[in-house]
C-alpha cells in the first residue's frame, strides 16, 4: 500500500500543536479525571498492513470513557441487528451528551448510542446478555488489540459512580418509559466501569481497525461485523460520533469518529487506517480541543479522508 508519509505529518503536528495543548479544559465533573496533567498529547495511526506511525504520549493509558460506547454500541448490534433500533435511534441529538430534554418528548427512546442515554440502552441490552457487561466489554477490546492487561479503572469508575446524579436520572427516566430491562442501578454500574476503561492511543487506533477492515479485526481475525454493518456503525459515528459537534467536526476533519471527555477521539479511514489522538483539555462542547485540530491537520496534510 501507498501510504502518504505519516511519520513526517505527525512529527510536524506534534511541533505545531504545541500551543493549543493547553487552551481546553480539563474535564472535572469526574473529580479523577481533573488529576490528568493538560499538555499530554498523543497520537497514532494503525494502518491496515500493520504499520503503526506514533508521536508524543501515544503509549500512554488514559480513561477511554464515551469511547467505550463504540465497543459497547458495536457488541450490542451484534446480539440484536437492527432490532436495537426499536430502542435507541439513528439521528444527532442536536443536544448535550448529557441531556435529558428529548427522553420527555420522545418516550425514553433516546435520539443515538453515543450520547448518555443511548448508551445506557446499550448498556442494558449487555447487561441482559452477560454477567458482567463491562467485563464482556473488556474481553472484547483484549481481543481487538491483543493486549491482555487491559482493563478499567476501579477509582474512576468509583469517582464517576459517586457523581452520577445526572446519569442516574437519566437512567430511571428511561426506566420509566419501560426502555431499560435491567434495574436502572445495575445498568448505571456497568456503564461507569465501561467508561473507566483504560487504553492508548495505539490500542485504540487498532481496537478500531475493524470498521476501516469490513468488520474484521486484524489483530485476531475476528469478524466484528459483517461489511455493511460496519458500515453503518461507522455512518453513526459520522452524525453523531462527537456530541453536538458533529456536523463542525465532519467539515473540518472528514472521518467518521468517536470522542471521550478523557479527551481521546478515534477515527477511521475505511480501506486505509485508523487513528486516535489524546490531549486531555476540552473545547465547549466536549471534544478534545488539540485533539480535533490535529486530525483536521492530519486529513488536510495527508489529502486523506472519506470525501
Ligand atoms: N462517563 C462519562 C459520562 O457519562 C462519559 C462522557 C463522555 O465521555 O462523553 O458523563
Known amino acids: 500500500m501507498n501510504h502518504p508519509n505519516y511519520p513526517a505529518i505527525l512529527e510536524e503536528i506534534h511541533r505545531d500543536i504545541a500551543p493549543w495543548r493547553t487552551a481546553g479544559r480539563v474535564a472535572d465533573y469526574i473529580p479523577e479525571l481533573a488529576r490528568v496533567p493538560a499538555e499530554r498529547f498523543g497520537m497514532a495511526i494503525v494502518t491496515l498492513d500493520g504499520s503503526v506511525y506514533s ?49 420527555e418528548t420522545e418516550r425514553g427512546k433516546p435520539r443515538n448510542p453515543f450520547i448518555n442515554a443511548g448508551a445506557l440502552v446499550v448498556t442494558d441490552v449487555l447487561c441482559r446478555r452477560f454477567v458482567g457487561a463491562e467485563t464482556a466489554l473488556v474481553q472484547f477490546v483484549r481481543r481487538l488489540t491483543g493486549a491482555a492487561d487491559l482493563d478499567y479503572d476501579l477509582r474512576v469508575a468509583q469517582s464517576e459512580l459517586a457523581h452520577a446524579e445526572r446519569n442516574r436520572a ?43 477492515n469490513g468488520g474484521v479485526a ?45 479527551g481521546g477521539i478515534v477515527a477511521v479511514l475505511p480501506g486505509e487506517m ?28 495527508t489529502g486523506q479522508s472519506i470525501f
Open 218 to 262: 486484524p489483530v485476531s481475525g475476528e469478524r466484528v461485523l459483517d461489511a455493511s454493518s460496519a458500515k453503518r456503525l461507522s455512518a453513526l459515528m459520522l452524525t453523531c460520533g462527537t456530541y453536538d459537534a458533529a456536523g463542525d467536526f465532519v467539515y473540518r476533519v472528514g472521518l467518521p469518529a468517536k470522542s471521550g471527555v478523557g
Open 55 to 103: 508521536v508524543g504520549d501515544a503509549y500512554e493509558r488514559f480513561s477511554i470513557q464515551s469511547i467505550s460506547k463504540l465497543f459497547a454500541c458495536t457488541l450490542a448490534f451484534q446480539l440484536l441487528g437492527d432490532a436495537l433500533w426499536e430502542r435507541v435511534g439513528r439521528e444527532p441529538s442536536g443536544t448535550a451528551f448529557n441531556s435529558l430534554v428529548q427522553l
Open 274 to 301: 485508523a487513528v486516535c489522538v489524546w490531549s486531555p483539555g476540552l473545547d465547549a462542547n466536549g471534544n478534545s480541543l488539540a485533539g480535533v485540530k490535529s486530525l483536521e491537520w492530519l486529513t488536510t496534510r
Open 170 to 212: 437519566m437512567a430511571h427516566f428511561i426506566a420509566s418509559f419501560g426502555n431499560l430491562e435491567m434495574p436502572a442501578d445495575a445498568v448505571i454500574d456497568a456503564y461507569c466501569r465501561q467508561c473507566a476503561i483504560e487504553m492508548n492511543c495505539v490500542e485504540l487506533a487498532t481496537a478500531a481497525l475493524f470498521l476501516a
